[in-house]
């Protein structure tokens, strides 16, 4: 499991953005970023991935987010040595994390993270390719690059199979998921 923050930075928003005056009016920006979180977790074994956006990365808003996508009795957790994925360690059948800070991979560690890739080809692909993702949307970009990434390993047909199975008798709606958010 790994977080990331997705936005841009305040000081390349357009001077007219009300987002400015949302900042100074809440207070917000005192913070280290004004980027929205998300938290992704890829599976050691199968390479399944989700992502989620969470309010913050403290406990409190991690355990629902986590609980959503596994069952966290039977998940060995392994992180970084966040104080969110500390705090409730607890929950888990095992948790083990890698100190960035101290040096690396404490002993009896693994040192391969496959839960960094995800975050790094979302944040690349939505550089380079979108430009810009509204929060109001954000949850549907990060199903889909979820999807992507478990699915790398397939040729496009067994993809393209994978892919039409997925909604084989559905009637595909628009539905918001989030609501809108006013900055």
Same mark, same amino acid.
């Not at 929950?91 to 002993?107: L, M």
């Given at each position: ?8 930075d $305040?000081k390349?928003?357009? &001077? /007219? !953005? ?13 913070g $280290?970023?004004?980027?929205? $979180?998300v938290?992704s977790?890829?599976?050691? +074994? ?8 969470? &309010?913050?990365?403290?406990?409190? /808003?991690?355990?629902p987010?986590?609980? +959503?996508?596994? !069952?966290v ?9 966040g ?9 888990? &059948?095992?948790? #083990?994390?890698? !100190? ?5 991979v404490?002993?009896?560690?693994? @040192? ?6 995800? $975050?790094?080809q ?12 509204s929060? #109001?949307?954000?949850q549907?970009?990060? !199903? @889909? ?12 047909? @067994?993809?393209?199979r &994978? ?21």
């Amino acid at each position: 499991m790994d977080e990331t923050w997705i936005g841009g930075d $305040p000081k390349n928003w357009h &001077a /007219s !953005d009300p987002r400015h005056e949302a900042r100074k009016r809440d207070g917000r920006g005192k913070g $280290p970023t004004d980027k929205q $979180p998300v938290v992704s977790v890829v599976h050691y +074994e199968t390479r399944a991935a989700h992502a989620r956006v969470v &309010a913050d990365v403290t406990g409190k /808003s991690l355990l629902p987010a986590i609980e +959503e996508m596994m !069952d966290v009795k039977r998940t060995h957790l392994h992180t970084d040595g966040g104080a969110g994925y500390r705090n409730i360690a607890s929950q888990f &059948a095992a948790h #083990e994390w890698v !100190d960035h800070k101290g040096g690396g991979v404490r002993a009896g560690q693994r @040192q391969h993270q496959p839960e960094r890739g995800l $975050p790094l080809q979302l944040k690349r692909s939505l550089d380079g390719t979108h430009h810009h993702v509204s929060i #109001e949307h954000l949850q549907r970009y990060l !199903d @889909q690059f979820a999807w992507l990434y478990t699915n790398c390993k397939l040729t496009d047909s @067994q993809r393209m199979r &994978a892919l039409i199975g997925n909604v084989d008798g559905r009637r595909l709606t628009y539905k918001p998921l989030v609501a809108k958010v006013d900055f």
